[in-house]
């Protein structure tokens, strides 16, 4: 029974360690705010 326990902590710990560098992982790379089109007033000669 030692050894269920053993092996379903490592099972957690392993889920906790992937799932946490999954989430640094999609916190560093965000996709850029879309680029807002500005208005260029027209230039009359």
Known sequence: ????????????????AVYTLWLVRRLFTTAPAPAVPTEQPEVTP
């Not at 092996?7 to 392993?14: K, T």
């Open 1 to 16: 029974m030692h050894w269920l326990f053993t092996g379903l902590l490592v099972g957690v710990s392993g889920a906790t």
